[in-house]
């Protein structure tokens, strides 16, 4: 079974900075999908980000960047210019490519943000 | 505007009754799915469905149950067997067509049991 971690339960930034949340997961798959959702207070769920396995390039969108290591099976993502907006919970997500669509959540890392 | 809804936002049960939740869909997905959010945890996938009449348990079924009999709508009842109800509900949808697959998620409902 797939597992993914997130050892950081929070993490705060100074607006404007960078900060970079981590993620790695343990599969045996060699063909999978990894997301960053992001819940902020209102709970609702955002797609943030997404990365192909089978892709080398780190997948962008705009301030969003993520830094996917497929041999060392870990997935951070990293927000520029951190805003006020910004402040949530960010959940790393895995799918595997083959069988159901089951997406397999790590704990979470609360984000705050510090005008 | 196309979207999922999830109704009603809040909900109280006495122990023992069985609750439902509704979860409706305009985007024409065939995945739909339902998660149970518990504080200091991540999403943990209940039941999904992925095409009409046919639907398999996640990771915690027990004391749930569900239905899948138009596109649209994917209901979670919760039944009095669930020892621990109280919890907030996500459903959520993906289309079978794309590269991804991404889900998009409902803005949930918080059931609370007394």
């Known amino acids: 079974a797939q597992t993914v971690t997130q050892s950081q339960p929070e993490m705060s930034v100074q607006e404007a900075e960078t900060v970079t949340l981590s993620c790695t997961y343990d599969?045996?798959?060699?063909?999978?999908?990894l997301f960053w959702y992001k819940q902020p207070p209102s709970r609702q769920m955002i797609l943030v980000i997404r990365?192909?396995?089978?892709?080398?390039q780190n997948a962008t969108e705009n301030r969003f960047s993520v830094n996917f290591q497929k041999a060392a099976k870990s997935f951070s993502l990293k927000i520029s210019d951190s805003q006020l907006g910004d402040a949530a919970m960010y959940f790393c997500?895995?799918?595997?490519?083959?069988?159901?669509?089951?997406?397999?959540f790590g704990t979470g890392t609360r984000l705050t943000i510090i005008p | 505007d196309g979207g999922i809804t999830q109704s009603p936002k809040y909900l109280f049960r006495k122990e023992g009754q069985n609750v439902t939740l509704s979860c409706e869909q305009n985007?024409?997905?065939?995945?739909m799915y339902w998660y149970r959010q518990d504080p200091g945890q991540g999403l943990r996938l209940i039941y999904y469905?992925?095409?009409?009449?046919?639907?398999q348990k996640g990771d915690i079924a027990e004391g749930y149950s569900v239905s899948r009999e138009k596109k649209e709508s994917f209901p979670l009842t919760v039944t009095s067997a669930q020892k621990n109800p109280t919890a907030f509900y996500l459903c959520?949808?993906?289309?079978?067509?794309?590269?991804?697959?991404?889900?998009?998620f409902g803005p949930g409902t918080r059931l609370t049991v007394t």
């Open positions: 469905s992925q095409i009409v009449n046919d639907f």
């Open positions: 990365q192909e396995a089978y892709k080398q």
């Open positions: 997500a895995y799918r595997s490519a083959q069988g159901n669509e089951k997406l397999t």
């Open positions: 599969t045996s798959e060699s063909d999978y999908y």
């Open positions: 959520a949808s993906s289309s079978q067509r794309g590269s991804a697959y991404e889900q998009y």
């Open positions: 985007l024409n997905h065939d995945a």
